[in-house]
């Protein structure tokens, strides 16, 4: 049975959000590639295809098509029971974790932005191949975390959001996260320029957060088979010990 707790129109232009990402520095791989990528993947189903316009008119930022993809096989293999993620958004990501998990799942999605939750809350409701319960929550994470965000140990985690505050997230979240857990990172390599040097960057805070946190999940001994992915704007993996 679904269960979605929590609260726009509703309607994947891939090549032209994929040249776009590239453009504004939100890619990490070749125009080229991600053509020939989008005639080796699948045409997005409506629900999918009406968050991607929506996003696009809205200007609202979203996992690129391929990471959200790889994000969900990655939860289909690894069948969690309880998921997080921070930063739902309009739900696009939400969608896909939902769709890949098992039926007895709980995925939970946490934003501060009632407006977009409510968006998130609208495709959810409209998507059939939604099977598993899923939990939006409203409010600052920290607070909603602290508040309880209802299971203490996550077997998947995806901290969604693009926010410089991901570090404190992290130390917020990792110790309510089950052994053999996994952690998805996407945006992890910000178009390319945290392996830059630092006056091609020219000091972006975006930048700064994401190198010491990409580092600090590297050397955390919490985590290990840590691997960066060159997907999308980057994923980066680590497993909880």
Request: with cysteine.
């Amino acid at each position: 049975m679904r269960e979605i707790i929590g609260t726009g129109p509703i309607g994947d232009d891939g090549a032209g959000a994929a040249a776009g990402a590239w453009a504004d520095g939100f890619g990490v791989v070749a125009p080229d590639v991600v053509r020939y990528g989008e005639v080796l993947r699948a045409v997005p189903d409506p629900v999918l295809l009406a968050m991607r316009n929506v996003a696009a008119a809205e200007g609202i930022e979203l996992v690129d098509a391929d990471a959200a993809t790889l994000i969900a096989l990655f939860a289909r293999s690894h069948r969690p029971r309880h998921v997080l993620e921070v930063g739902t958004g309009i739900g696009y990501l939400t969608v896909h974790l939902a769709r890949a998990v098992p039926s007895d799942c709980v995925v939970t999605s946490i934003d501060s932005d009632p407006t977009r939750q409510a968006q998130a809350h609208a495709f959810l409701e409209r998507d059939e191949l939604v099977h598993c319960a899923t939990e939006l929550r409203l409010g600052e994470p920290h607070r909603v975390l602290r508040e309880g965000a209802a299971h203490t140990s996550w077997d998947l985690v995806v901290l969604g959001t693009s926010t410089p505050d991901r570090l404190d997230l992290l130390d917020a979240i990792a110790p309510r996260m089950a052994p053999d857990a996994l952690l998805v990172l996407p945006w992890a390599l910000r178009g390319g320029r945290v392996a830059n040097s630092e006056a091609a960057w020219n000091g972006d805070e975006l930048v700064d957060q994401q190198r010491l946190l990409n580092r600090c999940i590297a050397t955390d001994p919490r985590f290990t088979d840590v691997v960066l992915l060159p997907v999308g704007d980057g994923l980066l993996l680590a497993r909880r010990v």
